[in-house]
């Protein structure tokens, strides 16, 4: 269900910031739960894919509100760009709460 609300998320970013398709592409992720065992009422899910870095964390609790984060870095010699995604997810239903993109470059 993790990755499924993953790629939804990522579509949905796409969507709504039509700049990031191409830097999103094609991703395949890796990673998974990152909860330490002696952590209860709460999960933590890490994904990686290229420059990308995404988190999702919510309470142990029936029908949660995931909070998510996700970032992207890009660097090479003097050109950069970050992007930085907040939100949360619940019934297939996503909030964003903050995009901001930093990029500097000719």
Not at 46 to 54: A, E, K, L, T, V
Not at 74 to 92: K, M, R, V
Request: charged share 15%.
């Amino acid at each position: 269900m993790q990755e499924k609300m993953r790629d939804f998320v990522m579509g949905y970013i796409v969507f709504r910031h039509p700049e990031t398709g191409s830097l999103i592409g094609n991703s395949t992720w890796t990673g998974g739960k990152t909860t330490p065992p002696n952590i209860v009422g709460s999960e933590t899910y890490q994904y990686y894919s290229g420059r990308w870095n995404f988190t999702m964390s919510y309470p142990v609790v029936p029908n949660p509100r995931y909070n998510i984060s996700v970032k992207y870095y890009s660097s090479w010699l003097a050109y950069y760009t970050d992007i930085e995604w907040h939100g949360s997810w619940q019934n297939w239903y996503v909030n964003e709460t903050e995009y901001h993109v930093e990029s500097e470059g000719p």
